[in-house]
């Protein structure tokens, strides 16, 4: 069964350094989202991407986060200068086409900032 | 007022038990509306979608009241690996289709 993938399971980074991670979603899947879930809260949205561009952003994704689709498979979540606050589970999920709204979610990366 | 809420729980249960979980939510402009199941540090795994018409899928059940904003999730016959946190979601489709979340209900099922 196809699934996301995502790497690396576990990041540890400094305060104000820059972090880079990285999802592989599902080969035939079209919308892509990332989210993040801080340790004992609920699951937050970030972004949706679709078509080479961000089609919707929270309030979170800021002007220190970014994506990209460098390639035909690989999606990424960079985080320019880190802060303790940005320590949590982040998950990349990707969606089929258009209609279909069951979003499918990788393992996560849990982001460490000490 | 919470977009999405859930009783927290834990809901503890002997094995075997029926089970059920409600959830309630505010944007009635949401529109498609689905149950995730998550363990213990993991990632959300989609356990079914909401219809209108309520759905099953085994010993699960399904049902979406639009008028009340409310959906509920029933666990038949529960098994020790039904222990999870069970996530209400919806999605609100003018919203870029993100997935607005529930804070979860923990279930432990006992022997």
């Known amino acids: 069964e196809p699934e996301v993938t995502q790497t690396p399971s576990h990041q540890v980074t400094q305060m104000g350094q820059e972090v880079i991670l990285r999802c592989v979603p599902i080969s035939n899947h079209l919308y892509f989202y990332w989210y993040r879930q801080i340790l004992g809260q609920k699951v937050e949205f970030l972004v949706s991407?679709?078509?080479?561009?961000?089609?919707?952003k929270s309030e979170i994704f800021d002007d220190q986060f970014s994506v990209e689709r460098p390639d035909g498979s690989n999606f990424t979540l960079k985080i320019r200068s880190t802060k303790l606050e940005d320590s949590a589970m982040y998950f990349c999920?990707?969606?089929?086409?258009?209609?279909?709204?069951?979003?499918?979610f990788g393992p996560g990366t849990r982001l460490t900032v000490t | 007022r919470k977009e999405v809420e859930q009783d927290p729980g834990p809901f503890n249960v002997p094995e075997g038990a029926t089970v059920a979980f409600n959830c309630t939510y505010s944007n009635s402009a949401s529109q498609s509306f689905f149950w995730y199941r998550q363990d213990c540090r993991k990632e959300p795994k989609l356990l079914m979608s909401?219809?209108?018409s309520g759905n099953e899928d085994g010993r699960f059940t399904a049902q979406l009241n639009r008028a009340s904003q409310y959906i509920s999730l029933l666990i038949r016959d529960s098994k020790l690996s039904d222990s999870a946190t069970y996530l209400c979601v919806v999605n609100w489709t003018g919203g870029g289709n993100k997935l607005t979340f529930g804070t979860g209900t923990q279930l432990k099922v006992e022997l």
């Open positions: 909401v219809y209108s």
């Open positions: 991407f679709y078509n080479n561009e961000i089609s919707e």
């Open positions: 999920a990707s969606r089929g086409r258009h209609g279909v709204y069951e979003q499918y």
